[in-house]
C-alpha cells in the first residue's frame, strides 16, 4: 500500500515537473515541445541551436526538408537514451536535449540526426517500414545523413560518421539497445548534474 502511494507520489511530481519545464514554440513551421528538466539546460539555448539546425536542413537540402515538414507531426525535445529517434505512432521526431546543447556537437550535427529520423519518417510514410527489413532501413537513414553531410560546408563529422555506419554488418549497424540499461544511466548522470546545480546555488546564495 505505502508502496503505491510512494510511486503515484513520484508520478505526480515527475507529471508536475514537466509541466513546469515544458515550453511549446513553432520554429521553421514544425511545432516543437521542448521538457527541460536539467536546471542546467538554457532554454533559449535549445530553441537556437534547433531553430539553426533545422535552417540548415532548409537551406542545403530544401526537398528534405519539404517532405519531413510533412512526415514530421511535431518536434520534442527531451532527455532520451540517444541523440534522436521517431515514434510513427505519433509521427514525432524525437531530439535528446543534452545532444541539443553539447558544444561538442554542431548545429549540423543535430540536423544530421533529424535527417536521419526524417527517412525513418518518410520509410513509415510510404508504408515501407518491415521490422525484419531494420537493418536496410537504417542504411537508408545512414545515407540521407551522408547526402546531408556532403551537400553542407563544413560536414566532415557527418560524412565520416555515416559512412563508417554504411561499412557496418546488420547487427552493428541497427544494435539492440538495453533501454532499462540506458535509462538507468542517463538518471544518474541527471542526479549528478542537479546536485551540482543545487550546490552551485548554495554557494552563491552564501558568498
Not at 5 to 24: D, N, P, S
Not at 119 to 143: I, N, Y
Request: contains cysteine; negative net charge; charged residues 25%.
Amino acid at each position: 500500500m505505502l508502496g503505491d502511494l510512494v510511486e503515484r507520489w513520484r508520478v505526480q511530481a515527475m507529471r508536475a515537473l514537466q509541466g513546469w519545464a515544458t515550453e511549446k514554440r513553432t520554429l521553421r513551421g514544425l511545432p516543437v515541445t521542448l521538457i527541460n528538466t536539467r536546471p542546467d539546460i538554457d532554454s533559449e539555448l535549445v530553441f537556437r541551436r534547433l531553430d539553426t539546425a533545422l535552417g540548415l536542413i532548409q537551406q542545403y537540402r530544401p526537398a528534405t526538408f519539404a517532405q519531413l515538414t510533412q512526415d514530421f507531426s511535431r518536434i520534442h525535445v527531451v532527455r532520451y537514451p540517444c541523440r534522436a529517434a521517431f515514434y510513427p505512432d505519433s509521427r514525432t521526431c524525437l531530439v535528446e536535449l543534452t545532444f541539443s546543447v553539447n558544444p561538442e556537437f554542431t548545429e549540423a550535427q543535430i540536423a544530421s540526426s533529424i535527417v536521419h529520423e526524417g527517412m525513418h519518417a518518410h520509410v513509415f510514410a510510404t508504408g515501407k517500414s518491415d521490422p525484419a527489413e531494420r537493418p536496410d532501413e537504417e542504411r537508408l537513414c545512414r545515407q540521407a545523413e551522408l547526402e546531408f553531410g556532403l551537400a553542407i560546408p563544413n560536414g566532415e563529422a557527418i560524412v565520416r560518421r555515416a559512412t563508417e555506419s554504411l561499412q557496418l554488418d546488420d547487427e552493428d549497424v541497427a544494435p539492440v539497445i538495453d533501454w532499462q540499461q540506458a535509462q538507468q544511466a542517463i538518471a544518474e548522470v541527471d542526479a549528478r548534474a542537479t546536485s551540482r546545480g543545487r550546490d552551485e546555488g548554495s554557494r552563491s546564495s552564501q558568498a
